[in-house]
């Protein structure tokens, strides 16, 4: 027996996505107000989080639901790595810890994975595919805000393995659709994916206390500035 789940889990996490996208780190994140010291900080968040994830789903790629969804092309730890290189140099591992809302997200990870392994298909569509369907567009944003070179930081949005995004997709989908389940199942799973969007938002959350700290930094430099040398010059908008 199987059940639509990928439709489903699109219109059932609609609200969640946009609850997700409305936090104050992803609203200016979009409109290109990206400050580097909080993004690594996020990029390490998610080192954690993908770990755990990876992990977990390496121990059931036998398991008769999770194992149909264990799409390695899909791994985002090695260029995490690569990313937190970059950002915190050969050191990075002595450099960085998962902060207080990505070891509740890493828990939780673990313990379904132990109680109802089953439930990891809500997390993994909620992360990967919004990895897949978004990563260029946010590439670009992070990119030129913070003035990188190539792909410099952006590891985390390059899928060298996955060729045709679309065709990529559309099978993801299909095994989805063709999961063992019953609507019983696929309903907790979608309670899931809401849970995993919270957790997600919740590290957003943490973030954005030092993006503030970071406008405000411009703010005082550029009214500093305009002070001390009498311009009329406005701030960018």
């Not at 409109?31 to 968040?45: E, F, H, I, P, Q």
């Not at 946010?138 to 590891?155: P, Y």
Request: hydrophobic share 40%.
């Amino acid at each position: 027996m199987s059940v639509a789940l990928a439709s489903q889990l699109r219109e059932g996490t609609k609200k969640s996505h946009t609850m997700a996208e409305n936090t104050g780190f992803v609203s200016c994140f979009l409109k290109g107000v990206v400050d580097k010291n909080s993004y690594r900080t996020l990029v390490a968040d998610l080192y954690f989080v993908y770990s755990a994830m990876e992990e977990e789903i390496l121990g059931l790629r036998n398991h008769p639901i999770v194992g149909l969804i264990a799409f390695e092309q899909l791994n985002r730890r090695d260029a995490l790595e690569k990313d937190l290189i970059y950002y915190f140099g050969s050191k990075w591992r002595e450099e960085i810890k998962p902060s207080g809302p990505a070891q509740i997200y890493i828990s939780r990870l673990h313990e379904i994975a132990l109680t109802e392994p089953e439930l990891l298909v809500g997390h993994h569509y909620t992360r990967y595919l919004g990895d897949l369907s978004g990563g260029q567009i946010l590439k670009t944003i992070a990119q030129k805000a913070m003035e990188l070179n190539d792909n410099d930081g952006l590891n985390f949005y390059e899928f060298d393995t996955i060729h045709d995004e679309k065709a990529f997709k559309n099978t993801y989908k299909a095994a989805m659709n063709n999961l063992p389940i019953n609507q019983a199942i696929a309903d907790r799973i979608i309670e899931e994916a809401n849970y995993a969007f919270k957790l997600n938002m919740n590290m957003f959350r943490e973030l954005e206390g030092n993006l503030v700290a970071a406008i405000g930094k411009i703010l005082f430099s550029f009214l500093t500035r305009r002070q001390r040398t009498g311009s009329t010059e406005v701030l960018p908008v």
